[in-house]
Each structure stands twice: as C-alpha cells, then as structure tokens.
C-alpha cells in the first residue's frame, strides 16, 4: 500500500503528439454544414475539427473570428 501521491508523469514528445478526440456540442444546422464542409474537403469531421482547433490555438485563441462576408464588407 502506498502512503503518498504518486508523482506526475514527464510528458514526451511522442505523448504530446498523441491524437486525442474531444467532443463538442454544435447546433443541428452548424454541425451538418460542419459534416458538409468535411465532405467537401474529403476528410473526417474529427480531423478538420483538429484542424481548426489547432489553427485557433496557434493563432492566440482570439475571443472573435471575422466571417468572410463581415471580411469582405469591410474591404467593399
């Protein structure tokens, strides 16, 4: 029987690197033009989902993300 917590592990590289799956919860019409939009790119759902989140993540985790229609009315 041990009598203390046992220590945390050291992340490797390779460990870091492991795909995790991670669940969220869309609306209907969000999550099926999300589905469509995978399909079109001919990719599963989850990894274009990875994607984004990793382009999100890297980009600074903005509070806001300009649309591309918002975009374009901007530059008119």
């Known amino acids: 029987m ?6 945390k ?3 490797s590289e390779e460990a870091m690197k492991k795909k995790r799956r991670l ?6 019409e969000d999550h099926l033009r999300f589905q ?3 399909f079109n790119r001919d990719m ?3 990894d274009l989902g990875g994607i984004l989140i ?9 509070d806001h ?4 229609t918002q ?5 008119c």
Not at 2 to 7: E, F, L, W
Not at 54 to 62: F, K, Q, R, T, Y
Not at 71 to 75: D, G, I, Q, S
């Open 2 to 7: 041990s009598n203390g917590i046992p220590p």
């Open 9 to 11: 592990k050291v992340s």
């Open 23 to 28: 669940y969220v919860e869309p609306t209907r």
């Open 36 to 38: 469509e939009e995978a």
């Open 44 to 46: 599963a759902p989850h």
């Open 54 to 62: 990793n382009l999100w993540i890297n980009a600074g985790c903005p």
């Open 65 to 68: 993300i300009v649309s591309a």
């Open 71 to 75: 975009l374009a009315e901007t530059n």
